[in-house]
T-cell receptor, first 113, second 118 residues
Framework: GDSVTQMEGPVTLSEEAFLTINCTYT??????LFWYVQYPGEGLQLLLK???ADDKGSNKGFEATYRKETTSFHLEKGSVQVSDSAVYFC????????????WGLGTSLAVNP | EAQVTQNPRYLITVTGKKLTVTCSQN?????MSWYRQDPGLGLRQIYY???????DKGDVPEGYKVSRKEKRNFPLILESPSPNQTSLYFC?????????????????FGPGTRLTVT
């Protein structure tokens, strides 16, 4: 079945460092891909999304490109801030018969000043 | 303000004492769902509802019940809680469920309910 694999955390960076959080997926068909962020003590919220191959989602300085050839949707940010400290979830929207949202396990990011 | 609200935010209870966690959304969303979040296991869907009076099991429905009598409300019921149901619970809603095109709408999450069953 469909699945999402995220790099394990925690990831610890200094402010202004470059961030990459890897996400790869397996799926039949053409799923939608999402990154959600969970700030401490809060629910998840959508960070960005992409609905077809080669789409680039972007928001708040974060970017991710839907790469069908490598089945990846890596999250990047050029210069992280302390306020980016959170847990990041990669998710796949199954377009096939299952029609489910498949979630990665989450990657915790801590940014130090 | 568009939001999903959950109550209570924190709850400590004892094994076997029935409880209900409420969830309400003010965005006229059709699709609602419940998740539990556990360390190392990520988010797992408990139940979902495509619209009023239509509910279905998610990945981990055992020990839980839901109802959807009104569009805005989707309570989660634990008839006889057990310690393995100690978890962080999230309600979520979206405009529609999975569309026939395969597309998914943005999920809006509540703030979470931390439940401890002793």
């Amino acid at each position: 079945g469909d699945s999402v694999t995220q790099m394990e955390g925690p990831v610890t960076l200094s402010e202004e460092a470059f961030l990459t959080i890897n996400c790869t997926y397996t799926a039949t068909g053409y799923p939608s891909l999402f990154w959600y962020v969970q700030y401490p003590g809060e629910g998840l919220q959508l960070l960005l999304k992409a609905t077809k191959a080669d789409d680039k989602g972007s928001n708040k300085g974060f970017e991710a490109t839907y790469r069908k050839e490598t089945t990846s949707f890596h999250l990047e940010k050029g210069s992280v801030q302390v306020s980016d400290s959170a847990v990041y979830f990669c998710a796949l929207g199954d377009a096939g018969n299952n029609r489910k949202l498949i979630w990665g396990l989450g990657t915790s990011l801590a940014v130090n000043p | 303000e568009a939001q999903v609200t959950q109550n209570p935010r924190y709850l400590i209870t004892v094994t076997g004492k029935k409880l209900t966690v409420t969830c309400s959304q003010n965005m006229n969303h059709e699709y609602m769902s419940w998740y539990r979040q556990d360390p190392g296991l990520g988010l797992r869907q408990i139940y979902y509802s495509m619209n009023v009076e239509v509910t279905d099991k998610g990945d981990v429905p055992e020990g839980y019940k839901v109802s959807r009598k009104e569009k805005r409300n989707f309570p989660l019921i634990l008839e006889s809680p057990s310690p393995n149901q100690t978890s962080l619970y999230f309600c979520a809603s979206s405009l529609w469920g999975p569309r026939t095109s395969g597309r998914w709408d943005e999920q809006y999450f509540g703030p979470g309910t931390r439940l401890t069953v002793t």
